[in-house]
């Protein structure tokens, strides 16, 4: 009985970590550089469900979409005005582009902790929830109403991220440009505009994220700390670039997590993935579901 409440609990856990992930694998499938301002994305998405729900007095239900797509929008400039050089006519500044990335996104992190504690202020806020019944049954095992919702949307936006990835035009087009971009720019592709797109889906699937867990949590300037670590864990265990490992690792990582947090320590249930994570770069630093030379 514990077991299996564990393991459910685990699974929901890992399909918020997936929903970070993913956008942050793509990033470093097509760029082959880290996003360190993805936590942000987070964030910015938690505040926009927060403050758009109680001080606009809209239902979570539009404010939940509406914060999804400011994050989509955050995305879309961070790529249009900060991550364009990197590709984009400066060529001589290829044996910098991993200085750049990390310079600029770091900085870019400062800024937005920043901007929401002098705009916002420091204090945690905690978002309404999208649904009033407290907890569910499901058969043995006993939910937060919110977190199994969290969970059913979580499901929904990584099956159809996974066909839209698999199925369409635009997917194809990212895998394409992911596997080479100056090929893909020969054979018609706009790598500029994918990429640009690329941005997007990764700021909205964070966003997303965090107002989902804004019920949940109470969100700080600083929340997006924890669920940026926890990415950047997934993304290598998963195969630095693989948006499928990353979704099977998120996976793994949430059950381990849920049963090391009751049979070992609750106090350091967020250094097991840190602790996994040097393990496999000793053991198989392709990563647990990746292949060398593998990516998207």
Do not use: C
Request: charged share 10%; hydrophobic share 60%; aromatic share 12%.
């Amino acid at each position: 009985m514990l077991a299996l409440d564990l393991l459910v609990n685990g699974l929901i856990f890992g399909l918020f970590y997936a929903l970070m992930a993913v956008g942050l694998a793509m990033i470093f499938g097509v760029l082959k550089v880290v996003n360190f301002a993805h936590g942000e994305f987070y964030m910015v998405g938690a505040y926009a469900y927060v403050l758009i729900s109680l001080k606009l007095g809209v239902s979570p239900w539009i404010a939940l979409p509406m914060a999804a797509m400011l994050g989509a929008l955050l995305g879309w400039v961070v790529e249009r005005l900060l991550m364009r050089p990197l590709y984009a006519g400066y060529a001589s500044w290829t044996i910098m582009k991993d200085e750049y990335a990390v310079v600029v996104t770091f900085g870019l992190s400062l800024l937005l902790i920043n901007l929401v504690d002098k705009i916002v202020g420091p204090y945690p806020f905690r978002g309404p929830a999208l649904i009033e019944t407290s907890r569910f049954a499901f058969g043995p095992v006993m939910l937060n109403g919110q977190k199994l919702i969290a969970a059913g949307i979580s499901i929904a936006l990584l099956v159809g991220f996974a066909l839209f990835v698999k199925r369409s035009l635009w997917g194809r087009q990212i895998q394409a440009v992911a596997q080479n971009r100056f090929g893909a720019s020969l054979a018609g592709i706009d790598a500029t505009r994918t990429t640009a797109l690329i941005f997007a889906i990764s700021g909205l699937l964070a966003a997303l994220s965090g107002g989902l867990l804004a019920p949940l949590i109470n969100p700080a300037p600083d929340v997006g700390a924890f669920p940026a670590i926890k990415s950047y864990v997934i993304v290598v265990l998963g195969g630095m670039g693989s948006i499928w490992g990353s979704m099977a690792a998120a996976l793994l990582l949430g059950v381990a997590e849920s049963f090391f947090a009751v049979y070992v320590s609750y106090a350091y249930r967020d250094a097991l993935g840190l602790l996994i994570l040097i393990a496999v770069l000793l053991l198989r630093p392709q990563g647990l579901f990746g292949e060398k030379g593998r990516e998207v």
